[in-house]
């Protein structure tokens, strides 16, 4: 289930926007966390953008639990 473009605009439009540094530092984390989960996924699973969603949500829930 994906969050709907009202929440999600709610999400981007906060009281207190990141700063450029957090800002930075989120790209670094989620860049990292791409190459982990790409370095564990065989390329048939991401050849496509459904593949890609799928295998990224099972390694999510694997990880962390129910992802919604």
């Known amino acids: 289930m994906s969050i709907g473009q009202d929440t ?3 999400l981007l439009e906060t009281d207190k926007p990141m ?3 957090e800002q930075e530092r989120l790209q670094a984390c989620v860049t990292e966390i791409a190459q982990i ?4 996924t ?3 699973q991401i050849a496509t953008l459904e593949g890609l969603e799928k295998t990224v949500r099972q390694q999510l829930r694997h990880s962390f ?3 919604k």
Not at 37 to 40: D, F, G, Q, R, V
């Open 65 to 67: 639990g129910r992802v």
């Open 42 to 44: 065989p390329a048939e």
């Open 37 to 40: 989960l790409y370095n564990n």
């Open 19 to 21: 700063t450029p540094q």
């Open 8 to 10: 999600e605009r709610n």
